[in-house]
């Protein structure tokens, strides 16, 4: 199977235009339609505009959402959620629940009421936890729920499926990845689909062309990029468009 990779830094900084000809895969905030300091869906849906077909946006659930905790809040941005995602054409939703999103019953039956109500057709769902789940646990109901676990792969084992989902922390003494280490993490992520890999290093721009050229040198299979025809979301949600920018 040809894996095809999808790498990005930790966040946009300088012009869309620019950072797409280095990187192919941005992560996104979203939050309720029209909240202060959300972009508007104008902005959006010009960003998808500005970037190759094959470039990858992953929409960020909102702070609200993530708590998994029905309310007006969660609604409002479960709303922007869903129109972020139609205006990027995105075909991952990202979803970082905090520390008191335990294994418990109560937080496994919200996530899957969540879960319920989002887009799977043509997006699929990358789930972060963050607290006391164990990544075995973690994994097991990721594969239950039908979703993609993200893991720091020079860390963590990286669960079997189509779709790996990768996060490559600046912490500690570790400021950048060599090649010994990107070596590892092209072997963790295996054969499979497709590989997301967030570069969260200040340096990330010269392990992202390390890592491409690593991908393709050691593996003759990878397609780094797109040039595989990809099915994007459309009709999500249909959202009023008489914002201005």
Not at 24 to 33: F, H, I, Q, R, Y
Not at 47 to 56: A, G, I, L, S
Not at 141 to 163: E, F, H, S, Y
Request: glycine letters at 8%; aromatic letters at 6%.
């Amino acid at each position: 199977m040809a894996v095809r990779f999808h790498i990005g830094a930790k966040q946009l900084r300088g012009e869309l235009s620019a950072y797409a000809k280095r990187f192919d895969l941005l992560e996104v905030s979203t939050g309720a339609v029209g909240a202060k300091g959300a972009a508007t869906m104008a902005t959006l849906r010009r960003w998808r505009k500005q970037v190759p077909p094959h470039f990858e946006f992953v929409a960020i659930a909102g702070p609200a959402l993530s708590k998994l905790v029905a309310g007006d809040a969660f609604e409002a941005e479960l709303a922007g959620l869903l129109a972020a995602v139609e205006a990027l054409q995105a075909r991952t939703i990202l979803l970082a629940t905090p520390m008191e999103v335990t294994p418990s019953k109560v937080w496994r039956d919200r996530m899957k009421k969540l879960l319920d109500r989002l887009p799977r057709d043509a997006s699929q769902v990358a789930w972060e936890p963050r607290g006391v789940w164990e990544i075995e646990d973690a994994a097991v109901a990721a594969v239950k729920w039908g979703i993609v676990l993200v893991v720091d792969p020079t860390r963590d084992p990286v669960p079997a499926g189509n779709v790996a989902y990768a996060r490559l922390p600046a912490m500690g003494e570790t400021r950048s990845y060599g090649a010994a280490a990107l070596e590892r993490v092209i072997v963790a992520i295996g054969e499979r689909r497709d590989a997301y890999v967030v570069l969260e290093t200040t340096t990330a721009l010269e392990e992202c062309k390390r890592l491409r050229t690593m991908a393709q040198g050691t593996r003759k299979t990878v397609k780094v990029g797109g040039s595989a025809r990809l099915i994007r979301p459309r009709g999500v949600v249909r959202v009023k468009d008489d914002e201005q920018e």
